[in-house]
């Protein structure tokens, strides 16, 4: 399986790093490695000094497709979660700036805690609400109407590029609220007031 992660999809987010709006979603992936399950705790790696937590809504490919048309994207997915997408934001900032990859930032071991899956009935999958909360502060208010690319467009656009595979994830892109963690810190997550995730930082 593949890990998908699109970036710079809300405009929040955006504005909040100084980076500027694309004109096409901005991919990259992270291998299966970088998954932590069942909330097994995330160990802060040496090869950093700043690594942010991007709190984003995750969509599971249940059937093989690709140039998947945006109507019949719905059908390429029934389930959804929440997950981190963990940044060396230090690392990325190095990157950025000689225009390298974004993979020793963002796709490192661990970088990617994701919850269960849930079905997305009885969900509105265009307006689904998450929070992420550190040490039980509100840091992260996700809304799925303010991505600038909702999911079944993504869907479309990334099956261009990638088949998509049953059981591959991708990570949506993150709201506003970006920040550090450091050791200690308890991350967890709520989708539509529904615990997802609840983990420590060691
Ligand atoms: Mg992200």
């Not at 998908?4 to 709006?21: F, M, P, S, T, W």
């Not at 970088?111 to 265009?126: C, L, Q, R, V």
């Amino acid at each position: 399986m593949k890990i998908i992660c699109i970036g710079r999809n809300y405009v929040d987010h955006i504005a909040e790093l100084g980076n500027e709006r694309p004109e096409h979603p901005v991919i990259f992936m992270k291998p299966d490695t970088a998954i932590i399950r069942e909330n097994a705790p995330f160990y802060y790696p040496e090869f950093s000094k700043e690594i942010h937590y991007e709190c984003e809504l995750l969509v599971k490919i249940n059937k093989e497709g690709k140039y998947i048309e945006e109507q019949f994207a719905h059908k390429y997915y029934d389930q959804i979660g929440l997950g981190i997408d963990f940044t060396a934001r230090d690392i990325q900032a190095r990157s950025k700036e000689k225009g390298l990859p974004w993979e020793t930032a963002k796709a490192f071991n661990g970088s990617a805690p994701i919850s269960d899956f849930i079905s997305k009935e009885g969900f509105d999958i265009t307006s689904t609400k998450y929070e992420l909360h550190v040490n039980g502060e509100l840091r992260q208010q996700g809304d799925t109407s303010l991505m600038l690319w909702p999911i079944n467009e993504l869907i479309a656009y990334v099956s261009k590029y990638f088949t998509l595979k049953t059981g591959d994830i991708i990570f949506t892109g993150t709201p506003k609220g970006v920040g550090p963690v450091n050791i200690g810190d308890r991350l967890t997550g709520t989708l539509a007031g529904q615990e997802m995730f609840d983990f420590e930082i060691k």
